[in-house]
Antibody, heavy 121, light 106 residues
């Protein structure tokens, strides 16, 4: 079945970086864009960035520009999200999600299980 | 940037119909999706392209989008529908979410 499997929880100190992986299975990896969405404790969903696994081209929200980098490995069907210069405000659950189509008629139809990132001194 | 506004909370009695609204400037000219998120779980897509239901989503979930408001309607609400609901749209292939609505089934 179609699945996105994320890496495990991380605890980081302020100023550090974190890299979270999202491994896709059950579909053609390069056919669907992957997005990253985070959710701080008790808060709503916040979109961060997306990547076209075929081209490797990504495009982030203005808030995260310069601090988030998405890369992919087509040999393992995995997308990586790296977030730098962490602060306590980055403490959140981070989700990867598949975009169900190529146009804006699509939704995010498959989600990973989430990765908890805790930033604490 | 693009802002979507949802009511923070809505309540409904079991078996009744409930609507959750999502407001944004000329939202009807864009496509809207809706997500259900139960406590401690990942979001689930329940409506996309304004009114389309993914496979496996019950028929009691429906959507519409016109002018400045997208609406999620749940008919014959069940206890299992208690969750947070988020609307979402696109702007230059960037994603924007509403703040979320907590649905309580009393």
């Amino acid at each position: 079945q179609v699945q996105l499997l994320q890496s495990g929880a991380e605890v980081k100190k302020p100023g550090a970086s974190v890299k979270v992986s999202c491994k896709a299975s059950g579909y053609t990896f390069t056919d669907y864009n992957l997005h990253w969405v985070r959710q701080a404790p008790g808060r709503g969903l916040e979109w961060m960035d997306s990547i076209n696994p075929h081209s490797g081209v990504s495009g982030s929200a203005q808030k995260f520009q310069g601090r988030v980098t998405l890369t992919r490995d087509t040999s393992t069907n995995t997308v990586f999200m790296e977030l730098t210069s962490l602060t306590s405000d980055d403490t959140a659950v981070y989700f990867c999600a598949r975009m169900s189509g190529r146009s804006t008629t699509a939704g995010l139809d498959v989600w990973g299980q989430g990765t908890t990132v805790t930033v604490s001194s | 940037s693009y802002e979507l506004t949802q009511p923070p909370s809505v309540s409904v009695s079991p078996g009744q119909t409930v609507t959750i609204t999502c407001s944004g400037h000329e939202l009807g000219d864009r496509f809207a999706s809706w997500y259900q998120q139960k406590a401690g779980q990942s979001p689930v897509l329940v409506i996309y392209r304004d009114y389309m239901r993914p496979s496996g989503i019950p028929e009691r979930f429906s959507g519409s989008n016109s002018e400045n408001t997208a609406t999620l309607t749940i008919s014959g609400t069940q206890a299992m529908d208690e969750a947070d609901y988020y609307c979402q749209t696109w702007d230059n292939f960037h994603v924007f979410f509403g703040g979320g609505t907590k649905l309580t089934v009393l």
